[in-house]
């Protein structure tokens, strides 16, 4: 897991710069490294997946969700997050 502690980034080039912390920032990163193929909690194990994606939400970044279903013995549904803002990190603060 890489340990990203803070995030500065702006949404597109014009936009004022924005800072997200903790797991937030983490969440970010994650999008940003993903870019269109997005994240499933699946693919990056974290608590609160949903929360860290409501959050980005109300700074101003678009994100979709997209339902895919998946097997195994707790067959089910799950979200796909894929980032739609463009996102320039400027700084990124790890452990």
Sequence with gaps: MVDVTRLTFQIDAEGPQL???GRMAWALHELVHAGERGCTP???PAPRWSD????LRKAGL????VDEAHGGAYSGSHGRYVPRSPVLVIEEVRR
Excluded: H, L, M, N
């Design 19 to 21: 800072t997200v912390k």
């Design 52 to 55: 860290y994606i409501f959050k």
């Design 42 to 44: 699946i693919e990056r």
């Design 62 to 65: 678009a994100i979709d969700t």
